[in-house]
């Protein structure tokens, strides 16, 4: 296996266990364009919002809302809002083994990037909840990069504002489909699937998923060569 030095992680559902909040934040922001619960294109919409998970929010509104640019907008400037809001009401709880990760990667001289679909406001705000400020090389969202999950452009930025010189170099960890796609676009030679969050096991390994992990505390091990075993598929 190629030495990783570039540990890329998502944020909600891989690190901080705060997928109610943004299922919630979703509905209400839907629902101020009139789409609320009981009806089919309220279930519609959110089995666009679980497919498009790890997307830039505002791309998952935009594919809501297509052709109505300010419908979409709306509707992300709620989001942010009411998701927030939520955190200053109940703060951010690291998923269990999440922590002692972060600091067994810094202690294997591993950079660590935050990578994420929140905005530049609302991921600012997150970094203050956590206070994670000294267990992090890097904190990265879309408008950082140019364009989000799927593409690449988020662990690439990560490879050039870190000095990394070969993307092999690199593992990524997610819960979504999409983080798996990310990462195997970008070219790192780990992809590991967790399963804290909104996608199975198979949506996993369907987006490209080199290993499935239970949480992200076993993902130290699997990088450090402890446990490489790959993913059956």
């Not at 997928?19 to 101020?32: L, P, Q, Y």
């Not at 294997?108 to 994420?116: C, E, G, S, V």
């Not at 010189?165 to 590991?192: F, H, L, P, W, Y």
Request: glycine share 10%; charged share 20%.
């Amino acid at each position: 296996m190629t030495t990783v030095r570039l540990a890329c992680l998502d944020l909600a559902g891989t690190t901080i266990g705060d997928v109610a909040m943004v299922e919630r934040a979703f509905a209400e922001a839907i629902a101020t364009q009139g789409i609320v619960p009981g009806t089919s294109a309220y279930a519609r919409a959110m089995v666009h919002v679980h497919r498009s998970r790890g997307c830039p929010k505002i791309d998952v509104f935009r594919g809501i809302f297509p052709d109505n640019e300010a419908r979409a907008q709306a509707a992300n400037l709620t989001f942010e809002r009411s998701y927030e809001g939520a955190i200053e009401r109940t703060g951010l709880i690291p998923l269990p083994g999440t922590v002692e990760a972060l600091d067994k990667l810094r202690a294997a001289d591993i950079q660590i990037a935050l990578i994420t679909g929140f905005s530049r406001g609302t991921l600012s705000r997150i970094l203050s909840a956590l206070g994670w400020h000294d267990k992090l090389d890097l904190a990265l969202c879309p408008e950082d990069a140019g364009r989000g999950r799927p593409h690449p452009d988020l662990v690439l930025s990560a490879v050039l504002k870190l000095g990394i010189d070969d993307v092999r170099q690199v593992a990524v960890a997610g819960d979504s489909e999409n983080d798996m796609i990310t990462g195997r676009r970008a070219g790192a030679s780990v992809v590991a699937g967790v399963l804290t969050g909104v996608h199975s096991r198979e949506r996993l390994l369907g987006g490209g998923a080199t290993h499935i992990l239970d949480s992200i505390a076993d993902f130290p091990t699997l990088i450090l060569g402890q446990q490489a075993v790959p993913a059956i598929r």
